[in-house]
């Protein structure tokens, strides 16, 4: 139930809503003189695109005669109230604002009526254009929908604050530069690899660092039993070692205490994780939408990053019968970013190399699955390449495939894998190799190319690059005072 003192926050928040403002009528209001002065501040508003000043509405009350009826007091007992919105989270407001509007308007339109029955009789002759009349009303009149979406000006300076793609760290310092600061709400990301090449070890990793930040969390597997999900992140968190992890996951007193112990030693209070299992090819991206939404409502919280394993094994519910693979790819990936966009969470997820992505010591856009159908959709690309040899060594690089934000594209970093705890580590002695500039500077002989990387990279690098053109007979081209700086990117690697 709304009274009358929220109505009069009410007032505040609607003189600065243009989609509201629009559709409220004085008449919603209870106190009558805040009736008269929503008259007076809404002609304001539509007029100067803002609501006016304590000093401005005082001023309209002297110019429209109505001083004796409302004095400088009641003007500033209703601005009294505004520095009361910010008790109200946006929310809360955007939840029960466009309700009381339409109850209102539901109001006002049945008392409309009434008195428009009251008002005109009744004969044989005008019966059908009453009856349309009325219906008219409530046909019309009640049809607020606050559902449309105007958009923003651009003219206005407010639409162009960065808010709504705020950054939450994905806790690997190269993701984060490539990805201009982490993982933000509305996205999808993609990491691309071969077969058996450690996606979901990937997945269950970058999953850890998310609830280590302090984000809620979902892990939605189609390929692994929920179980080896949380074995593999148990035995991460936990550090116990993989082989030695069912026996102790049957202590539950020891477990219960070992995950005890680990949220209350951190410096910052864990998020919440999920995980769930659904059976390949029988999930689709319309299923995901209602289970995260149920779950969400059944836990209490939102879930801000969402890792799904993986794409490829997702059913398709616009052709769920089709084998075009491309259209099936295509579909799944456009409907996970508009899920993403619309749910406000970022979704994370992984897809299968095609066959000359296997087992290579290097990864391309060309590598992608299914030709180009994913890689036109997802805001950022990552390859995880990996051969026999890396493994052996137990290492393997990112490589930033394609980018919608950073400038980060084409450019790589060696990570570090201990399979005794499935725990990837970012290599922080490697630096950052930017594969264009060597490329530029190997094969064309100069290096005019700026590098993407700090000092100690580009030296490193440089180096590399002229022990290449030596063995090779290449001459390299000197770089000119002040033709590339050498601190491109602070602070990468």
Request: hydrophobic share 35%; glycine share 6%.
């Amino acid at each position: 139930m709304i009274g009358a003192y929220q109505e009069t926050v009410f007032f505040h928040y609607i003189l600065g809503n243009q989609i509201f403002l629009n559709t409220t009528k004085p008449e919603f209001f209870t106190n009558p003189n805040v009736r008269e002065l929503f008259d007076l501040a809404k002609d304001h508003a539509i007029k100067y695109k803002e609501a006016p000043s304590k000093e401005q509405l005082s001023e309209l009350v002297r110019v429209k005669g109505i001083s004796d009826r409302i004095s400088e007091d009641v003007v500033g007992a209703i601005y009294n109230s505004k520095a009361e919105l910010a008790h109200y989270t946006p929310e809360w407001l955007e939840e029960n604002v466009g309700p009381w509007i339409r109850m209102k308007n539901l109001e006002y339109v049945m008392r409309k009526s009434v008195a428009y029955l009251k008002t005109t009789p009744l004969t044989v002759e005008n019966t059908t254009e009453v009856i349309e009349k009325v219906r008219h009303m409530l046909s019309t009149e009640t049809a607020i929908d606050f559902g449309f979406n105007l958009g923003v000006d651009f003219f206005d300076a407010a639409s162009h604050i960065q808010d709504r793609l705020a950054r939450t760290s994905t806790g690997y310092s190269f993701f984060d530069k490539c990805l201009d600061g982490g993982w933000w709400k509305g996205s999808l990301i993609c990491l691309l690899a071969g077969p058996k090449s450690g996606k979901s070890t990937w997945l269950g990793n970058l999953a850890l660092k998310s609830v280590e930040n302090g984000y809620n969390t979902a892990y939605i597997t189609l390929e692994l039993q929920r179980e080896i999900v949380n074995m593999r992140i148990g035995s991460n968190m936990l550090s116990i070692h993989m082989d030695e992890y069912r026996e102790k996951a049957k202590d539950q007193d020891y477990m219960k205490k070992r995950l005890s112990e680990v949220r209350e030693s951190s410096f910052k209070p864990y998020g919440n994780l999920h995980v769930q299992e659904f059976p390949s090819s029988t999930f689709s991206t319309n299923d995901l939408r209602t289970y995260l939404k149920k779950a969400e409502e059944v836990l209490g919280y939102k879930f801000e990053n969402v890792f799904v394993d993986y794409l490829n094994i997702m059913k398709n519910w616009r052709n769920p019968n089709s084998e075009n693979l491309y259209m099936k790819i295509k579909q799944i990936s456009e409907d996970l970013r508009a899920i993403a966009m619309e749910e406000q969470w970022a979704i994370i997820t992984v897809t299968q190399t095609n066959r000359t992505g296997w087992d290579t010591s290097d990864l391309t856009i060309s590598n992608v699955s299914e030709s180009g159908a994913l890689l036109h959709t997802v805001d950022a690309l990552f390859g995880i390449v990996v051969n026999p040899e890396m493994k052996a060594k137990g290492e393997c690089y990112i490589k930033y495939l394609a980018d919608r934000v950073s400038g980060m594209e084409n450019t790589r970093k060696r990570f570090t894998f201990d399979r005794k705890y499935s725990r990837i580590e970012e290599d922080m002695e490697a630096q950052i190799e930017d594969l264009e500039y060597m490329f530029n500077t190997l094969m064309r002989g100069s290096r005019k190319t700026e590098h993407r990387g700090n000092k100690a990279t580009q030296s490193q690098i440089d180096a590399k690059i002229s022990s290449q053109a030596n063995e090779q007979g290449i001459v390299i081209e000197p770089p000119k005072p002040g033709e590339h700086n050498l601190n491109l990117v602070d602070g990468v690697g």
